[in-house]
Structures are given as C-alpha cells and as structure tokens.
C-alpha cells in the first residue's frame, strides 16, 4: 500500500511509514494542542515532494494562518506563487459554503487536502431540497430547516464532505476541536467513524507535556500508546525515533 509522509518528524515511523494513500485522517484536541500545526507540516511534506495540496481555513483568515506557519519556520510564500499551495478560507456565513469547498476539492487535482476545521460545517444547520444539500436556505420557513444539532443531520452534513475528500482522490487531514478534558474523538461524535484514521492530541497542564495517540489508522499495525511529542522549530517532533515494535524493553 502506498504511504504518505506526514512530515511529522518520527511520526511516520510508527504508522508503517505514513497515511494510507487517499485516505482521511481526524486530527482532534483541544485548543492549543497542535492540529492546526500538525496540518502545516503535513501541507509543507506534500510541497516538499512537488504535490499539490489545498488548505481550506473556517475558523481562522489566511493571512493569520500563513504567520503562524512561518513562526514555526514553514513559509508557504513561495509554494503559493507556484501554484503547489493554495490557502481558502471558507465563510460559513456565505449561501453557497459547500458548492465552493466541493468544487475546490474536486476540481483542482489535489494530492493532499487539510479541512481546518470540521467543526463550524457539522454544526450548521442545513436544508435537504430534491435529495441534493444547499446550504442556501432563503425562501424557507425555519420550520424547514432541521436542527443542526439533530444527529441525522449532523451525519448527512459529514457524510457529504467526507464523500468529497474520498471522490478527490487526495490524501485529506480535518481537524475537530474537542473542550478541554474532554474524553471524545471528535466534537461531533461522528467523524471518528467516518474517517479512515484518528489522532488525538492531548495536553498534560500538570506534567508540562504533550502527547500525540493513533487510536486508529485504516490497514495499518500501530501502537495506541501516547507518544510524547513537543513543538518547536519545524512544528511537531515525536520524543522517540524507534519504531515502537522495535524499540528495546
Ligand atoms: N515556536 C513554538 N515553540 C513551541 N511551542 C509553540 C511554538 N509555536 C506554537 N507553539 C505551541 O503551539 C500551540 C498552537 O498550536 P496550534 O495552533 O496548532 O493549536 P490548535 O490545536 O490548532 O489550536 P486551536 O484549536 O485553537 O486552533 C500554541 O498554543 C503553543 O503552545
Ligand atoms: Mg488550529
């Protein structure tokens, strides 16, 4: 099976080298944790290798985004002017959110796609029209709106993107935010079981420490152990560098 590098330092190790290719990775923690950083590195792998990869942005402007990347040493400048990277910010306040983020997802040959973050679309209340899903409800009595908080609906919302990162055919990572102690693996209790693969980021205030855990990853042998990682120069590096199978007791 092919394997994309996450550009995560040591990471790769202890997945059998990478993310299955073309499949679709959750990434949740709380705020601070680190997701949006982990998505850069894995952004700035793909440009490494000449890949094409797409970041679409719903909770923070692109320009905030590219400064934080850069603190960590990740410019995306260059990547950008060349075409290889592309930063979108989506409006969720905007008619028309999803029919702009599918036509971007499908229509630009990418090799990876960062959704930051799921959170914002699987909240938003939509309308079912004709078995098609608009997110532009003008015209419509609230009473035909469901409930975003309505689990069904929540599903449909998930299932649609999800079904647009498949139909890609580019390696995807989402974010979801998850409260602070919160036990979930996702903030809506859905997509740990739509995607293909799950990492969680953890903070230990206490210990002064963060951790990374696999708690699951489509056709591939992992440890679920937390992994103590830290955050510097470069983003994200796992503490140890031996495969866990191989690591000595
Ligand atoms: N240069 C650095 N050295 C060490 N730690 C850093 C550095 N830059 C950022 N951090 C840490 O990374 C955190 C930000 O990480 P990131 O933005 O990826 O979190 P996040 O999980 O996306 O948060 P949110 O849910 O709020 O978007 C900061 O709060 C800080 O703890
Ligand atoms: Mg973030």
């Avoid at 997110?135 to 998930?158: K, W």
Wanted: charged residues 25%; proline residues 4%; negative net charge.
């Amino acid at each position: 099976m092919e394997r994309i590098k996450t550009g995560v330092e040591n990471f790769d190790d202890i997945i059998n080298g990478g993310l299955p290719a073309n499949s679709i990775t959750l990434v949740s923690g709380p705020p601070g944790s680190g997701k949006s950083i982990f998505c850069f590195q894995f952004m700035y792998e793909g440009i490494k290798n000449g890949e094409k990869c797409l970041f679409l942005t719903l909770d923070k402007k692109v320009d905030g985004l590219l400064v934080q990347a850069k603190e960590i040493g990740l410019d995306f400048e260059r990547a950008i002017e060349q075409g290889l990277a592309k930063f979108l910010f989506l409006n969720i306040n905007k008619k028309l959110v999803y029919e702009t983020m599918t036509n971007e997802i499908l229509s630009g040959d990418w090799d990876r796609i960062i959704l930051d973050s799921i959170t914002p679309l699987s909240e938003m209340p939509i309308c079912i029209q004709d078995t098609t899903i608009k997110s532009d409800a003008s015209g419509f009595s609230p009473d035909d709106l469901p409930s975003g908080q309505n689990l069904p609906v929540r599903r449909i919302h998930l299932l649609y993107i999800m079904n647009a990162l498949e139909t890609s055919n580019a390696t995807s990572l989402i974010t979801s935010e998850l409260p602070v102690g919160s036990n979930m693996l996702s903030r809506d209790g859905i997509s740990e079981f739509l995607a293909d693969g799950v990492i969680t980021l953890n903070l230990d205030q206490t210990m002064d420490r963060r951790k990374l855990s696999v708690m699951k990853m489509r056709n591939t042998r992992h440890t679920l152990k937390p992994q103590e990682i830290q955050i510097g120069e470069g983003g994200i590096t796992l503490k140890t560098s031996m495969p866990v199978s191989h690591a000595k007791v």
